[in-house]
């Protein structure tokens, strides 16, 4: 009868959503942000979470998600710890019939049908403000001007992205030199222990210390006090994030630039989990709004970030 059919409508509508979420790890600050912003979002959105840490590692992310696929959830959602190796884990939650939404990082695969939409921030083009900063600040030198980088997880998308997107823009300039790179796995730590053998290894030579977030920057500035360099004054510093950590080392005069990349995805993702259950067509990408902020503005903008 009519009356059946507007109380099972009602009743649909009023059906609790089950999220299941396959976070990277707690490597970071950045993290520890991106983690408190889906949680408290799904709280918002009277959302029931089910939030697994795979410790930044690809196979236990795989795990949460087929336990995710076993338990029938609504809307599966994971920031992939690395671009590759995707495929037969959302072909099977393809195949129950369950939605997939990236959020931050993205991946690399053939079949687009494989996730609804890709929420976060464009990584390539924060490696050419990155780049551009660069370029801008040595317009005068002639150089050479070498860099240390500080990669992030070897295969993640930020890490990739942030590296591609400085050597498109340096690329084209020769007085600008990669010297040495490797990864610190987006951890202080990892930045200062890498950083320790840069600076046995290159010490005075090194120009630039371009490290792919603020915790190996800030592990990095450790390093180089304690071989006696000098960070954001003989070496100039850039980072990614833009965490209050990044700040105040850009106010103590430690990062030269912070280019931004918001962690804060929680709300998006609850808005984008709820359209897909609604059967409302998404596009495929949302890029997050970021910007850049040099050393000069961060003690005037600190009171205002939220991470
Ligand atoms: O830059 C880093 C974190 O994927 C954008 O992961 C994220 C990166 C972020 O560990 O701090």
């Given at each position: 009868?009519?009356?059946?059919?507007?109380?099972?409508?009602?009743?649909?509508q009023?059906?609790?959503?089950?999220?299941?979420?396959?976070?990277?790890?707690?490597?970071?600050?950045?993290?520890?942000?991106n983690?408190?912003?889906?949680?408290?979002?799904?709280?918002?959105?009277?959302?029931?979470?089910?939030f697994?840490?795979?410790?930044?590692?690809?196979?236990?992310?795989?795990?949460?998600?087929?336990?995710?696929i076993?338990?029938?959830?609504?809307?599966?959602?994971f920031?992939?710890?690395?671009?590759?190796?995707?495929?037969?884990v959302?072909?099977?939650?393809?195949n129950?019939?369950?939605?997939?939404?990236?959020?931050?990082?993205?991946?690399?695969?053939?079949?687009?049908?494989l996730?609804?939409?890709?929420?976060?921030?464009?990584?390539?083009?924060?490696?050419?403000?990155?780049?551009?900063?660069?370029?801008?600040?040595?317009?005068?030198?002639?150089?050479?001007?070498?860099?240390?980088?500080?990669?992030?997880?070897?295969?993640?998308?930020?890490?990739?992205?942030?590296?591609?997107?400085?050597?498109?823009?340096?690329?084209?300039d020769?007085?600008?030199?990669?010297?040495?790179?490797?990864?610190g796995?987006?951890?202080?730590?990892?930045?200062?222990?890498?950083?320790?053998?840069?600076?046995?290894?290159?010490?005075?030579?090194?120009?630039?210390?371009?490290?792919?977030?603020?915790?190996?920057?800030?592990?990095?500035?450790?390093?180089?006090?304690e071989?006696g360099?000098?960070?954001?004054?003989d070496?100039?510093?850039?980072?990614?994030?833009?965490?209050?950590?990044?700040?105040?080392a850009?106010?103590a005069?430690?990062?030269?630039?912070?280019?931004?990349?918001?962690?804060?995805?929680?709300?998006?993702?609850?808005?984008?989990?709820?359209?897909?259950?609604?059967?409302?067509?998404?596009?495929?990408?949302?890029v997050?709004?970021?910007?850049?902020?040099?050393m000069?503005?961060?003690?005037?903008?600190?009171?205002?970030?939220?991470?």
């Open positions: 009868s009519a009356l059946a059919l507007v109380a099972l409508g009602s009743y649909a009023e059906k609790q959503i089950t999220l299941g979420f396959a976070q990277v790890g707690a490597e970071s600050a950045w993290r520890t942000a983690t408190v912003s889906v949680k408290q979002a799904a709280k918002d959105a009277g959302i029931n979470l089910k697994s840490d795979a410790q930044q590692k690809q196979e236990n992310q795989i795990k949460a998600i087929r336990s995710y076993a338990q029938k959830v609504d809307v599966i959602a920031s992939p710890v690395v671009e590759s190796g995707w495929e037969p959302l072909t099977e939650a393809k129950a019939h369950i939605p997939v939404i990236l959020t931050d990082r993205s991946i690399d695969v053939k079949d687009p049908s996730y609804v939409t890709m929420i976060g921030s464009d990584f390539l083009e924060e490696g050419r403000r990155a780049g551009r900063w660069l370029e801008e600040h040595y317009k005068n030198d002639p150089g050479p001007i070498n860099i240390a980088e500080l990669q992030g997880t070897v295969g993640s998308a930020p890490a990739n992205d942030r590296h591609s997107g400085l050597m498109e823009i340096i690329k084209n020769p007085k600008f030199k990669i010297i040495a790179s490797q990864s796995d987006f951890t202080l730590a990892g930045g200062k222990q890498v950083m320790e053998a840069f600076a046995k290894t290159y010490g005075k030579q090194i120009n630039v210390v371009y490290a792919h977030n603020d915790d190996m920057a800030l592990g990095a500035i450790q390093a180089m006090e071989a360099m000098k960070p954001g004054k070496v100039n510093v850039v980072s990614f994030d833009a965490t209050k950590g990044g700040f105040e850009m106010i005069g430690k990062i030269n630039v912070d280019v931004e990349c918001s962690p804060l995805l929680g709300p998006q993702l609850m808005t984008a989990v709820k359209d897909v259950v609604a059967g409302k067509q998404l596009p495929k990408r949302i997050t709004n970021e910007t850049v902020f040099p000069s503005v961060a003690a005037q903008v600190l009171p205002q970030r939220k991470y």
